[in-house]
């Protein structure tokens, strides 16, 4: 298509790339001149553990907003109408709501850990942490792939610009803010992408619903999809229509999706880290404002530009539907030039800020789980720090190889994102109950997600050749052969977990998952590495020198407690609201939508985004506006001259909350 220029392309790719990256590098100096923060290994890997629900929640929108947020909800609303934005954004809800529990559960049991896998590795050992690092790994390079094959192949649609090189620049940028400003960096690049995010998709949804001369209301929204219905009847879907929830083929995708994005959040490093680096008290609230915030953004979106698409009667081949091309194309149409700058904008910002979430969560495997597991377990401060940095440069330069890789195989963003599931999701059940279940034993934790794993891959081929008669890209591709590969995935490990289980339970404590140790940053940050306690023992699973240790109080661990069970009671309530409660009768019920239902339908759909918006947008700032004031404060001094007027550390400690404050009645308490 390229409506834009080629220059266009490079320009949004380096221009903005170049902008965040200098934007976030002077973010990173004013904090340390104004906020004395001192880029330590435990600064840079996990902000010090002391964010606040607000950013926290942005940080979890913007990471788990990839492009197959953008495009495949938009395609999905394409192919089984008003259905489709729904299955799309319950079937990756849930996940976040539901990790909330692992989230709190983390903070319980290994306050100190910088990953999960130090987590499996301190209570099963180097096999099993092996097993789990090869599937964690696995995970990252399978949602790094699908961010930059939807990125490159948008980018290249619109502009024309060379796909290879759009592979390779993308993650220019976010590799040089990641270096300089570690997970403060992505904190705050995501709360900005996802401002614009959210800007983009409320300017496009009253382009759609109240301004534009193709459709310009909910009413003729409704006229032209039923009559576009009638003239491209959809597959299983009753009456053929596009507004109707009864959808066969919607319905067998939300099921492949919900089990496929099961192991993208609960093995993907990413959003342990964000719990890690969430203050205790804001580590439930972040994940459930941000899940229901997220949503949101799939359900909008899609109902807006999905079904555009369909309702102008847009002639879209089923090659570039699977690309997620859907979404340029409708806002071309509605727009122009304006609509296709607009969708590179929105894509692009998805892109890196959740590439930018990967970086620094596999950055911290190489360098938590490889390099001071296997290669140097004493490395201070420092060298982790040095560690951390190079493997952010080799895993960005690793990305751009891989999607070039994959586009000349033919891989596209919608076979890779049905895939995903069969291919990791047989970790998720035993790495969950490694925090959830102190029975499992070491056996379990091993064997059931590689016999899943095994299993999974025959269903889905044996499947695909039992129903077409033959295995090839397309045949595989198929909703049907995707589905029980999936399901078999996520649930075969079951069985053989239990039955393990009960052959010889395990008693386990948790007690060495709390004597993980921090890094000694003490030559890093002239011995003061934060508010924690340096008489701690050091960890048992490894012979590092003294380092610092958090340790619960007796407080914290009741209000940890509370949390956990108000996580469990409220994400397994909004997990069944949102996925059976909601949409399962409406399937059942074979409704086809009124004009007076569809217009209230897209009528929630931007009123729940507006709510969105206020939850990680205006309520980070609100929440930070102590900092704020204080940053104002010391930089207008510091123009003045005034030097001595600059906030203090005092002064700073009482805006920022401590992770953990213990004396030693305290921790003998703990303990």
């Given at each position: 298509?390229?409506?834009?220029?080629?220059?266009?392309?490079?320009?949004?790719?380096?221009?903005?790339g170049?902008?965040?990256?200098?934007?976030?590098?002077?973010?990173?100096w004013a904090?340390?001149?104004?906020?004395h923060?001192?880029q330590?290994s435990?600064?840079?890997m996990?902000?010090?553990?002391?964010?606040?629900?607000?950013?926290?929640?942005?940080?979890?929108?913007?990471?788990?907003?990839?492009?197959?947020?953008l495009?495949?909800?938009t395609e999905?609303?394409?192919?089984?109408?008003?259905?489709?934005?729904?299955?799309y954004?319950?079937?990756?809800?849930?996940?976040?709501?539901?990790?909330?529990?692992?989230?709190?559960?983390m903070?319980?049991?290994?306050?100190n850990?910088?990953?999960?896998?130090?987590?499996?590795n301190?209570?099963?050992?180097?096999t099993?942490?092996?097993?789990?690092l090869?599937?964690?790994?696995?995970t990252?390079?399978?949602?790094?792939?699908m961010?930059?094959?939807g990125?490159?192949a948008?980018?290249?649609?619109?502009?024309?610009?060379?796909?290879i090189?759009?592979?390779?620049?993308?993650?220019?940028?976010?590799m040089?803010?990641?270096?300089?400003?570690?997970i403060?960096?992505?904190?705050?690049?995501?709360?900005?992408?996802t401002?614009v995010?959210?800007?983009?998709?409320?300017?496009?949804?009253?382009?759609?619903?109240s301004?534009?001369?193709l459709?310009?209301?909910?009413?003729?929204?409704?006229?032209?999809l039923?009559?576009?219905?009638?003239k491209?009847?959809i597959?299983?879907?009753?009456?053929?229509?596009?507004?109707?929830?009864s959808?066969?083929q919607?319905l067998?995708?939300?099921?492949?999706?919900?089990?496929?994005?099961?192991?993208?959040?609960?093995?993907?490093n990413?959003y342990?880290?964000?719990?890690?680096?969430?203050?205790?008290h804001?580590?439930?609230?972040?994940?459930?404002?941000?899940?229901?915030?997220?949503?949101?953004?799939?359900f909008?979106?899609?109902?807006?530009m999905?079904?555009?698409?369909?309702a102008?009667?847009?002639?879209?081949?089923?090659?570039?539907?699977?690309?997620g091309?859907?979404?340029?194309?409708a806002a071309?149409?509605?727009?122009?030039?304006?609509?296709a700058?607009?969708?590179?904008?929105?894509?692009?910002?998805?892109v890196?800020?959740?590439s930018?979430?990967?970086?620094?969560?596999?950055?911290?495997i190489?360098?938590?789980?490889?390099?001071?597991?296997?290669?140097?377990?004493?490395?201070?401060?420092?060298?982790?720090?040095?560690?951390?940095?190079?493997?952010v440069?080799?895993?960005?330069?690793?990305?751009?190889?891989?999607?070039?890789?994959?586009?000349?195989?033919?891989?596209n963003?919608?076979?890779?994102?049905?895939?995903?599931?069969?291919?990791?999701?047989?970790?998720?059940?035993?790495?969950?109950?490694?925090?959830?279940?102190?029975?499992?034993n070491?056996?379990?934790?091993?064997?059931?997600p590689?016999?899943?794993?095994?299993?999974?891959?025959?269903?889905?081929?044996?499947?695909?050749?039992?129903?077409?008669g033959?295995?090839?890209?397309?045949?595989?591709?198929?909703?049907l052969?995707?589905?029980a590969?999936?399901?078999?995935a996520?649930?075969?490990p079951?069985?053989?977990?239990l039955?393990?289980?009960?052959i010889?339970?395990?008693?386990?404590t948790?007690d060495s998952t709390?004597?993980?140790?921090?890094?000694?940053?003490?030559?890093?940050?002239?011995?003061?590495?934060?508010?924690?306690?340096?008489?701690?023992?050091?960890?048992?699973?490894?012979?590092?020198?003294?380092?610092?240790?958090?340790?619960?109080?007796?407080?914290?661990?009741e209000?940890?407690?509370k949390?956990?069970?108000?996580?469990?009671?409220c994400?397994?309530i909004?997990?069944?609201?949102?996925?059976?409660?909601?949409?399962?009768?409406?399937?059942?019920s074979?409704y086809?939508?009124?004009?007076p239902?569809?217009?209230?339908?897209v009528?929630?759909g931007?009123?729940?985004?507006f709510?969105s918006?206020c939850?990680?947008?205006?309520?980070p700032?609100?929440?930070?506006r102590?900092?704020?004031?204080?940053?104002?404060?010391?930089?207008?001094?510091?123009?003045?001259?005034k030097?001595?007027?600059?906030?203090?550390?005092?002064?700073?400690?009482?805006?920022?909350?401590?992770?953990?404050?213990a004396?030693?009645?305290?921790?003998?308490?703990?303990?």
């Amino acid at each position: 298509m390229a409506i834009l220029s080629e220059g266009v392309g490079y320009g949004v790719v380096l221009g903005f790339g170049a902008l965040f990256a200098v934007c976030m590098t002077l973010v990173t100096w004013a904090l340390k001149r104004y906020l004395h923060e001192v880029q330590t290994s435990e600064m840079y890997m996990t902000s010090n553990r002391t964010v606040k629900t607000g950013l926290v929640a942005s940080a979890v929108v913007s990471s788990w907003t990839w492009a197959a947020t953008l495009l495949t909800s938009t395609e999905v609303a394409y192919k089984y109408g008003v259905s489709g934005p729904i299955w799309y954004a319950s079937g990756a809800t849930v996940q976040v709501l539901l990790f909330s529990v692992l989230a709190i559960e983390m903070k319980r049991k290994a306050p100190n850990a910088h990953t999960f896998l130090e987590i499996v590795n301190a209570r099963y050992g180097r096999t099993a942490h092996i097993v789990y690092l090869i599937f964690s790994l696995f995970t990252n390079i399978i949602v790094t792939a699908m961010l930059l094959l939807g990125g490159s192949a948008v980018i290249t649609y619109i502009t024309g610009m060379n796909v290879i090189a759009a592979c390779f620049l993308i993650p220019l940028g976010v590799m040089v803010y990641t270096l300089f400003g570690g997970i403060k960096a992505t904190f705050l690049t995501d709360y900005a992408h996802t401002a614009v995010l959210f800007i983009i998709i409320i300017s496009f949804y009253f382009t759609v619903y109240s301004t534009s001369p193709l459709i310009g209301s909910p009413s003729k929204m409704y006229d032209l999809l039923v009559e576009s219905s009638s003239k491209t009847p959809i597959s299983d879907n009753v009456q053929g229509s596009l507004i109707t929830f009864s959808s066969l083929q919607g319905l067998m995708f939300g099921i492949i999706n919900i089990v496929g994005n099961f192991g993208t959040v609960f093995l993907d490093n990413c959003y342990y880290q964000r719990a890690i680096a969430a203050h205790p008290h804001y580590a439930v609230k972040s994940y459930l404002v941000g899940g229901l915030s997220w949503y949101a953004i799939p359900f909008c979106l899609a109902t807006t530009m999905g079904l555009a698409a369909r309702a102008l009667q847009l002639d879209i081949s089923p090659v570039a539907v699977s690309q997620g091309l859907v979404l340029p194309d409708a806002a071309v149409a509605l727009l122009g030039q304006a609509g296709a700058f607009a969708s590179l904008v929105l894509v692009f910002m998805a892109v890196t800020s959740a590439s930018s979430a990967e970086l620094i969560a596999v950055s911290s495997i190489f360098t938590y789980d490889i390099y001071r597991t296997y290669i140097n377990p004493n490395a201070d401060g420092k060298k982790v720090i040095r560690f951390s940095h190079a493997a952010v440069l080799i895993f960005g330069v690793l990305m751009g190889v891989l999607a070039t890789l994959l586009n000349q195989t033919g891989i596209n963003l919608g076979y890779l994102y049905t895939l995903m599931g069969v291919l990791i999701s047989s970790a998720v059940v035993p790495l969950t109950l490694t925090l959830l279940w102190s029975k499992q034993n070491k056996m379990a934790a091993i064997v059931s997600p590689i016999a899943g794993f095994v299993l999974a891959v025959i269903t889905w081929l044996t499947t695909t050749y039992g129903l077409y008669g033959e295995i090839t890209v397309d045949s595989t591709s198929q909703n049907l052969p995707m589905m029980a590969g999936n399901l078999v995935a996520l649930l075969s490990p079951v069985p053989f977990t239990l039955v393990l289980t009960y052959i010889k339970p395990d008693n386990y404590t948790f007690d060495s998952t709390r004597e993980i140790t921090l890094v000694n940053d003490a030559e890093t940050s002239g011995g003061a590495v934060g508010h924690v306690d340096d008489s701690a023992s050091s960890s048992a699973a490894s012979n590092e020198k003294a380092a610092p240790a958090i340790v619960n109080t007796p407080e914290e661990i009741e209000f940890m407690h509370k949390s956990a069970r108000f996580a469990k009671i409220c994400s397994v309530i909004l997990a069944v609201c949102l996925f059976l409660a909601w949409p399962l009768p409406l399937f059942f019920s074979r409704y086809v939508f009124s004009k007076p239902f569809f217009t209230g339908w897209v009528t929630v759909g931007i009123i729940w985004t507006f709510f969105s918006t206020c939850a990680v947008v205006i309520y980070p700032a609100y929440e930070a506006r102590g900092a704020l004031k204080l940053m104002c404060k010391a930089i207008w001094a510091d123009i003045r001259g005034k030097r001595h007027e600059m906030v203090s550390e005092a002064q700073l400690h009482e805006a920022t909350p401590a992770p953990y404050v213990a004396d030693e009645k305290d921790k003998a308490l703990a303990n």
